[in-house]
Each structure stands twice: as structure tokens, then as C-alpha cells.
């Protein structure tokens, strides 16, 4: 089957690859994006380097946006009992206002239809026409095939009426960017009652601090800057971040409804890309790394299933084996991490007397939460 032209739906990491690679490999390909670039985003903007040998060999990846490099990590408990290990593989700090801009800039240079500012608002396919309708409130599109990169949470997953959507997520996601005196080698991660905060370096020297909260916790106070001085500075280390930090937005960048519930890669004959197939826990520092690789995987099967006048079903099949074979594992690692070993006094203890007696076992779990390079 020749599928002529795709409509990717959501300009983050996992769209905005899988667009270009497409037009590389002379599928037409257009990008729809709620916002505009540059913009800022909830993320701790920390890349695994399992992403980097991918990025360099596809000119995805400039050295000129010089990202430091990360190979220590420091785990605090609540009370501040810390301990720190070496990262095996490591990973690079940039923000997602400079990377996905620095991509979309791409994408229109290799020829993407990028859209922006427009929502899309439902996606239907024809089974007469074998063919999708893609609606945003200004304009209506057909497309042979539809790629959902539409990130966490979207109002696409209550037009396709997915599982998560319909119960309430406990999990809220604060970003700042601060000028502090971090070490650029070092990713802190540093647990409180209710959350925990990652904290790194990206470009310019500036620093990168992120974190997960229950919602319950942030109820409890008139604001965040309330819950932050109560809560998180029970911690030492996030107590003395915070007050030596410049603070350099006027707000923090904050999401609501963060879910990790199991989605499906493939729904309705759109390939799910990136956390619109499935999110692993932030902690896991994986998340842009899967969202990047999900890029690669889903364009590369397209090219696949053109050059070998594959159908549809084949194609569906292909992804949904390739996602799940690559990424399920990862997901429940990370879920489980993330529910027994963070976010309280006791368990944040347990993990951080796990990482001081036994740095091989923390090691061997981190990798269970990462993939190889690729
Ligand atoms: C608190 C927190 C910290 C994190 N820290 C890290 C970290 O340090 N390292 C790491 O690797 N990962 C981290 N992650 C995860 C990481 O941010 C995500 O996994 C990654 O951004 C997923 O990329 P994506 O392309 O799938 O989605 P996104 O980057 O979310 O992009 C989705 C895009 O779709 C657009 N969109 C949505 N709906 C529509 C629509 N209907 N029409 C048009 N456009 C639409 C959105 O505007 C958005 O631009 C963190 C996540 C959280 C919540």
C-alpha cells in the first residue's frame, strides 16, 4: 500500500523527528502544533546519551548548542541522607526551549508542513476511503496516515476517549530555570513528602529544576511557593538551592494530571509516538530519549511499509510489536521505581541506603529503566 502522506499530530520531540525523517525519505509530511516556537515546557530537560550516536548520524544534533555533560548522580532522601554513583551511560542537559526549537527550525528547512498555533481536534478515519480526516477549528485535512505525538495529555485523548483520560491523575510537574552554583557533571535528584525534584544543568549556564508533586500535597497550601517552603525545604539540599538560586521565570512553568497508566501505541489506526503511547516516570530521566527513539521507530516503519508496498495491518502490527518489545519493560520499572522507592521518608531511606550498599543493584536498575544507544 503507498501511503502518500502523513499528518503528525504535536510538535515535541517524538513529532517533530519523526517528521523530518519522513520528508528525508521523500513522504510528505505535515505537523500540526498547538503552540508556537520557542516555547518552554515542563520537563527536567536531562538526555539520556542513548540518543546521542542517533542524533549526531542524522545532523539532529548540533555541538553548537554545547550541552554539558552529565555522568554523576546524587540521590537525597527527605531528611537529606545523601549518597551519589557514577552513570554508566550519562546523559546531556538542553533545554526544550532551545532543542525543540532548534528541530522545528529543522523541519521547515528539510520541507515539514509545520502548522502552528492550530489544535486538533479530532482525527476520524474513513474505513470507505482508507484514508483520515484531521480537523483543527480553522481547517480540515486528509491524510493517508496520522501519527499521534500529542504528548501526555491532550484533548485528542478525550476526542478518542482513552482509558487514563477518564480518571484523575494525583501528579503535578513544576519547572524553573535558576542560576545557581550547581557542578555541570552532577544530575540531583532530591526527594520530599510527596514528590521529588531533579535538578540540572542545561546551556548558558543555567540550571534546570524540576519537579513531581501529588496534588493532594499542593491542596494542602494557599500556593506553590507556600507548599515549596514548608515541604521541599525539609530536605537540606533543596532548601539551600532554593535560596541561593536566581530565579529567572516571573512563574513557574506547571502541568497538571500526569498520568503513567498504560496507553495503547496504536488506537483507531493512528501510531501513537512519544507519552501519547506511554509516559515512564520523570525520575527515570527517559522520557525525551523514548520520545525521540519512538520518532525513529515509527518513521522508520513507514519507509518500511512504502518500499515494500506493505498494508496497513502490517504496518499497525509491525509498531505495536516494535513499541512493546522496546518500551513496556521500561514502563513498569519506572512505575514501580517511582511508587516503592520515592516520595517519602521511609521509602526515599530505603533508596538511598539501596544506592550507599549496593551501587551495583542501583546501577542495574537505572539500566532497566534506560535502552541502548541506537
Ligand atoms: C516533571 C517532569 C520532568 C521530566 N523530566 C524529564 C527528564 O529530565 N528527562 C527526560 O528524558 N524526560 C523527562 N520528562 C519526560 C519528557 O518531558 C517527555 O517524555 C517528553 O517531553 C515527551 O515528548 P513528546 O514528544 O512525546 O511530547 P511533548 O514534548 O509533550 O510534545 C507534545 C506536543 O503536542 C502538542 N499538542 C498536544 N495536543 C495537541 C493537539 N490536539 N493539536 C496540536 N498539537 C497538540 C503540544 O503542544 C506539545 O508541543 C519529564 C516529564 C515531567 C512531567
Redesign the pocket.
Known amino acids: 500500500m503507498s501511503f502518500k502522506n502523513v499528518i503528525v ?7 517533530l523527528i519523526a517528521s523530518i525523517r519522513l520528508v528525508r525519505s521523500g513522504i510528505a509530511c505535515t505537523l ?4 508556537n516556537y520557542p516555547f518552554h ?8 546519551n542513548e540518543t546521542l550516536p542517533f542524533l549526531k548520524r542524522e545532523s539532529l544534533f548540533s555541538e553548537t548548542l554545547s550541552p554539558p555533560a552529565i555522568n554523576q548522580f546524587q540521590l537525597s532522601s527527605v531528611n537529606g541522607k545523601s549518597t551519589k554513583l557514577s552513570l554508566d551511560s550519562g546523559g546531556f542537559g538542553i533545554s ?1 526551549f532551545t532543542l525543540d526549537n532548534f528541530l522545528y527550525q529543522k523541519a521547515l528547512h528539510e520541507g515539514v508542513n509545520v502548522i502552528v498555533e ?4 479530532s482525527v476520524f478515519f474513513l474505513d470507505d476511503e482508507d484514508m483520515f480526516t484531521v480537523k483543527t477549528p480553522r481547517q480540515e485535512f486528509s491524510a493517508s496516515l496520522v501519527i499521534g ?4 495529555r ?3 485523548d478525550n476526542t478518542l476517549k482513552r482509558g487514563f483520560i477518564q480518571k484523575r491523575s494525583p501528579y503535578v ?1 513544576v ?1 524553573y530555570h535558576i542560576r545557581t552554583n550547581h557542578p555541570d557533571n552532577l544530575i540531583g535528584l532530591h526527594n520530599f513528602n510527596g514528590g521529588y525534584c ?1 535538578i540540572s544543568n542545561i546551556e548558558d549556564g543555567k540550571t534546570n529544576l ?3 508533586v501529588q496534588r493532594k500535597q499542593v491542596k494542602r497550601f494557599k500556593g506553590i511557593r507556600d507548599m515549596e517552603e514548608t515541604v521541599l525545604f525539609q530536605n537540606p539540599f533543596l532548601k539551600s538551592i532554593f535560596h541561593s538560586a536566581d530565579f529567572l521565570f516571573d512563574n513557574p512553568e506547571t ?1 497538571n494530571e ?1 498520568s503513567f497508566e498504560t496507553k495503547e501505541p496504536v488506537l483507531n489506526h493512528i501510531l501513537m ?4 503511547a506511554g ?2 516516570a ?1 525520575l527515570c ?7 525521540i527513539h519512538t520518532g525513529k521507530i515509527v518513521s522508520d516503519l513507514i519507509v518500511q511499509a512504502v518500499a515494500e508496498s506493505r498494508s496497513r495491518a502490517w504496518l499497525e502490527a509491525a509498531y505495536a510489536d516494535r513499541w512493546t518489545s522496546t518500551f513496556a519493560g521500561r514502563l513498569r520499572t519506572g512505575r514501580l521505581i517511582q511508587n516503592y522507592l520515592f516520595g517519602s521518608a521511609w521509602s526515599s531511606r530505603v533508596a538511598v541506603n539501596l544506592a550507599v550498599h549496593s551501587s551495583w543493584l542501583a546501577k542495574q536498575i537505572i539500566k532497566k529503566t534506560h535502552g541502548l544507544p541506537f
Do not use: H, T, W
Open positions: 499530530v504535536g510538535g515535541g520531540l517524538a513529532g500540526i502544533e498547538k503552540k515546557r515542563v520537563c527536567g530537560e536531562y538526555i539520556s526544550r492550530q489544535e486538533v481536534e505525538a500529542f504528548g501526555k491532550s484533548r485528542m510537574g519547572k531533579g524540576c519537579y513531581l502541568i500526569i509516538a512519544g507519552d501519547a509516559m515512564i520523570p530521566g527517559n522520557g525525551m530519549a523514548m520520545a
